[in-house]
């Protein structure tokens, strides 16, 4: 079962950050908090991962709370093709060689 | 580089036959993982291959098996297809075992 808890579903307007939070309250010290989505009928894109420093990169940037109990993915400046369904999921790295975990995610809408 | 590619992009199957899809990796990754996706259980784990090892399975029944080549390109199988095997079957290539993963744009298999 997935480790994390998502909205299943926001909406942003084109141009303004779209914030998408993750609860992960039952995370382990050796777990990563990582970031995917998939667009429609496509197979899901990595995004960004983290241990416990906020991380940055040209997609987004995730910040994970002090207590690692939760994090938020930040997309800065939405467009229309940020539409799709985003996936929270906690991993132990690196020597674990477990599977992605996939939950049902939250499908972002960005409306024009 | 080249991304994951995965063939055939779609196949019809009825009941009772087997079905082969295929995976080519990222140049250089050496771990492919297949998942297989359908509306009602979301993304699901079939199994792992890394250096031509089955290195981790889900909970999938046997008739869902799978094989990497020493080229690192995958295949996995599934015999006496059912109807609930209709789904989008993706794969997704690493570096190695624990890194982030890169996927295809997946196989959608019907049964008829």
């Known amino acids: 079962d997935a480790k994390t808890t998502q909205p299943p579903s926001m909406d942003c307007a084109e141009g303004r950050a779209a914030n998408l939070p993750c609860n992960h309250s039952t995370i382990s010290g050796n777990e990563y908090v990582y970031w995917y989505r998939q667009i429609h009928s496509q197979g899901p894109q990595y995004i960004i991962h983290?241990?416990?420093n906020n991380e940055t990169n040209e997609m987004a940037s995730l910040i994970i709370t002090e207590d690692r109990k939760s994090s938020t993915l930040i997309l800065p400046h939405a467009t229309l093709r940020d539409t799709a369904v985003y996936y929270c999921i906690v991993r132990a790295l690196p020597s674990g060689n477990t599977p992605l975990v996939f939950g049902k995610g939250t499908r972002l809408s960005v409306i024009a | 580089k080249a991304g994951v590619t995965q063939t055939p992009r779609y196949l019809i199957k009825t009941r009772g036959q087997q079905v082969t899809l295929s995976c080519s990796p990222i140049?250089?990754?050496?771990?492919v993982s297949w998942y297989q996706q359908t509306p009602g259980q979301g993304l699901q784990f079939l199994f792992e291959?890394?250096?031509?090892?089955?290195?981790n399975k889900g909970n999938f029944p046997g008739r869902f098996s799978g094989r990497q080549f020493s080229n690192s390109r995958s295949e996995m199988n599934v015999s006496t297809l059912e109807l609930g095997d209709s789904a989008l079957y993706l794969c997704?290539?690493?570096?190695?075992?624990?890194?982030?993963?890169?996927f295809g744009p997946g196989t959608r298999l019907t049964v008829l």
């Open positions: 997704a290539s690493s570096p190695g075992q624990g890194n982030e993963q890169f």
């Open positions: 291959y890394f250096s031509e090892t089955q290195r």
């Open positions: 983290g241990l416990k």
């Open positions: 140049s250089g990754h050496r771990s």
